[in-house]
């Protein structure tokens, strides 16, 4: 069994630091070796996690560099999808155009409408307007067209532009329709 | 005898204070240091696995989307050209003026200028000659026509057992575009609205475009014979 030293100082006491500075001297060394300690510790765990991080880069990395090989040789298939949303795109300002077919329908009603007797000599229809030229020998049958005409919800407004009467031809008139 | 300038205790004191203070020091420094290193790798990793997760999100719809795109593609470029598409239109409204008996006269074409959207316009001008019900079918037939065509005025005169008549359409085009997306940048598929925009294209009349195969060399056995 290790007998154990005493710890001997055979200088005057006054000579030496002082108990209260040694204790503190000690404290700062016990501070030092745990400071290191944990920097030691830091500096190992943060190596570690920066490696396992370029791993993880590398890896996908590589994982990327194969989907672009995939989507490069899909390239013909992304091209195509571009194109159809682009044209989809333009025709779909087209459909805000004002066009003729909503009006255009009324076109055989007003025919048949002069079935009753009165005879239409024209029609034009641009949009948003139909344009009606006519005769009828009596006023009846005039009568008749006009009301047909003029229960239709689609024509917001009718212009009767012109009516005149001659007693070789009858009757002539000229209507403004206006759909919108 | 030589006098120490600091008494024993600071001394002491001193090298413990300044050991602890470098450490303390290279610590801060490799905290920042460190840190930095982390921090870079995991922006560059967040980055690297987004760009990953688009570019699968991107692959999988290619994939899917496949085998329908190429007859999508065909439709659209038929219904909205990238050229002026004057005479897809007249020879599709020939077609019809031939369905419906009805003749075709003066046929013009004029440009109509940049119409108010992202495509532009062309206009054709006709006269036709036939019973009224026949100009009539001929006109409505017009509306289900690709290239997208429009009326833009008809005018018939009913004097007579034949009407004559003339008619004004606006046809579209659109240049095609010229520069594909980023590889990285994310592509969606078709919406809902485009779908149902794709199936009413689907009931226009296509041009019927002919491709002539090129003959090879024949050979005549008797070039100087009938």
Known sequence: ?180 | MKKDFLPLGVRVLLGQVGLLAALVLIFAIGFKVGLGQVGRRRADLALLRKNKEILTAKRDLLTSIAPQVASQAGLVTAALPGRNPALLVISQIKKLAVANGVVLTGIKVGLSGEAKSRAAAVGVSMDMIGPVASVLDLVSGIKKIAPISRIDKVELNLTGMDTTSSLEVKSYWASFPTRLPALTEPVAGLTKAEENLLETLADLTLPALVTLAPSGPVENPNPFGE
């Not at chain 1, 006054?14 to 001297?25: C, E, I, N, T």
């Not at chain 1, 333009?90 to 009753?116: N, P, V």
């Open chain 1, 1 to 180: 069994m290790k007998a154990k030293m005493a710890n001997i100082n055979l200088l005057p006491s006054d000579l030496g630091p002082k108990a209260s500075v040694l204790r503190l001297a000690a404290l700062l060394k016990r501070l030092t070796a745990a400071a290191l300690a944990i920097f030691c510790v830091f500096s190992v765990l943060t190596i570690a996690y920066v490696v396992f991080l370029n791993t993880q880069i590398k890896k996908v990395s590589a994982e990327g560099e194969v989907l672009q090989r995939s989507i490069k040789a899909l390239e013909e298939t992304e091209q195509k999808l571009f194109l159809v949303k682009d044209r989809l795109a333009s025709i779909k300002s087209l459909t805000g155009a004002q066009t003729l077919e909503a009006g255009f329908g009324d076109f055989e009603r007003i025919l048949t409408s002069g079935d009753s007797g009165v005879s239409l000599t024209k029609i034009s229809a641009s949009p948003g307007e139909i344009r009606i030229w006519g005769a009828t020998f009596t006023s009846r049958p005039l009568g008749d067209f006009l009301e047909e005409v003029l229960v239709n919800p689609d024509y917001k407004t009718v212009n009767l532009a012109m009516f005149a009467y001659n007693p070789a031809t009858g009757y002539t008139f000229e209507l403004g329709v206006s759909t919108k």
